[in-house]
């Protein structure tokens, strides 16, 4: 992407241009002149041609400093170039499936979950509000990314975007674990990371409820879990086991400490939630979920139901903000990942936290 050199004055003709072009969101965008780029670099110590990964059905690379200049476009501080590049990297793992929740006819959102010491940095291991913080890493951060994609592979809207409905969510849906409150260990420590490492997760859902639960009963907050779960949440292996589809549950911190006095563990709600819920067979029949998807079942069951979750793989858990209304969400069906990638810092990252701190 060239950089442009603008007068201060001219920054909104630059912001014009850049969106006829197509190389935006929509939003006013800052114009990444070569000034402003090696500045977004200092959060990187990979060289400018670095290769981060291969985006798109055409493998597109995206180098370190194409990153760079979409961060700034996006309005990014230095410190999310380390967040940036590992999100990259996971929309560019095949598993995370995100060449089709990008291009799908249905309107899928890029789902991002940052966890670990990272959040220290940023402060943004919120109370309240979570999805809708007014932090610069959770909103420029989710839409660096979004806008970073779309250029890399050249996907615009009714080309290669083919979402019927499209999703407002699409490169806004960014969460930051409430990780200090949770009574359980973090989603990245579930996944297989240490505490003291720092990770983004990736998912393609494309639905965003809010429940709740209105009691201080550990079986109404799992009942409301399964009853605010519309049949089109579906949690499983799909379309021939091309890809898993999973459930994400964000629970407040109220109804997390309610479960968690009863003593069920993070794998116990998991287990209770997916071998309780089901859904009537004639749902499958109209079309919720894709051909043969009932074809484990015929000939071996007369029920007139079927498991809409497979398993407590299928289910996935994580700490919302704190909360007295008890407000949870639901967030799916995942077709793809979660793909979990580790965050990896410059060296100097420590004086680069501390420079932007005011800012970020």
Request: with cysteine.
């Amino acid at each position: 992407m060239a950089h442009h050199q603008p007068r201060e004055d001219s920054i909104s003709t630059v912001s014009r241009s850049l969106y006829r072009q197509g190389l935006t969101d929509g939003l006013p965008v800052i114009p990444p002149t070569d000034e402003r780029v090696g500045k977004m670099l200092r959060g990187t110590d990979k060289p400018r041609d670095h290769v981060l990964g291969r985006l798109g059905n055409d493998d597109s690379p995206i180098t370190v400093e194409q990153l760079a200049s979409n961060a700034v476009m996006a309005g990014c501080l230095p410190t999310s170039m380390p967040i940036l590049e590992a999100g990259i990297r996971a929309l560019a793992d095949p598993s995370s499936n995100s060449i089709q929740f990008s291009v799908s006819t249905g309107g899928w959102a890029y789902q991002w979950v940052l966890n670990g010491s990272v959040l220290d940095d940023f402060g943004v291991a919120a109370g309240s509000g979570p999805f809708g913080r007014n932090t610069r890493v959770s909103r420029a951060t989710a839409r660096a990314l979004g806008i970073a994609y779309r250029n890399t592979t050249k996907i615009y809207p009714g080309e290669k975007d083919m979402g019927v409905m499209a999703n407002p969510l699409k490169f806004s849906l960014f969460l930051a674990e409430n990780e200090t409150t949770s009574p359980w260990e973090p989603y990245h420590v579930t996944h297989g990371f240490d505490e003291g490492e720092s990770t983004i997760t990736l998912g393609g859902p494309n639905s965003f409820i809010q429940w709740e639960s209105g009691a201080d009963s550990p079986e109404a907050i799992l009942g409301g879990m399964i009853e605010n779960t519309p049949p089109s949440m579906v949690g499983g292996e799909q379309q021939g086991g091309d890809f898993d589809q999973t459930i994400l549950h964000v629970l407040s911190s109220e109804d997390l400490e309610t479960l968690a006095e009863a003593g069920l563990t993070k794998r116990g709600v998991k287990e209770y939630v997916s071998e309780n819920s089901y859904i009537p067979i004639e749902e499958f029949q109209k079309g919720v979920l894709w051909d043969d998807a009932l074809d484990d079942y015929h000939g071996k069951v007369d029920s007139r139901q079927v498991p809409q979750i497979s398993g407590p793989e299928y289910v996935k858990l994580v700490a919302g903000g704190r909360s007295e209304s008890q407000s949870n969400v639901v967030i799916g069906p995942s077709i793809g990942g979660p793909v979990t990638k580790k965050i990896e810092f410059p060296d100097e990252w420590g004086s680069l936290v501390t420079e932007y701190a005011v800012e970020g």
